[in-house]
């Protein structure tokens, strides 16, 4: 693996970096994880987050079961 250092507000490039990873690994604040979660949905990645499930990111669990992903919160 490799920790990089990226904005996710900046778009194109938080697309670039998730698109080249297997497995995204995010220990941003939790308020971020939805914007990384759809990401991942869209780059078909599995996600792992250092945070709670919030009712937000449990919007993105029956499209991340249909896509055969992993999202641990």
Not at 11 to 35: F, G, N, Y
Request: some cysteine; aromatic content about 6%; proline content about 3%.
């Amino acid at each position: 693996g490799r920790a990089i250092v990226f904005d996710i507000n900046e778009k194109q490039a938080s697309e670039q970096e998730i698109a080249a990873a297997d497995v995204v690994i995010s220990l941003l604040p939790a308020h971020l994880h939805p914007q990384v979660a759809a990401l991942c949905l869209k780059q078909k990645k599995h996600l792992l987050t250092a945070s709670y499930v919030s009712d937000e990111m449990k919007g993105f669990h029956d499209e991340a079961l249909h896509n055969n992903l992993l999202f641990l919160n």
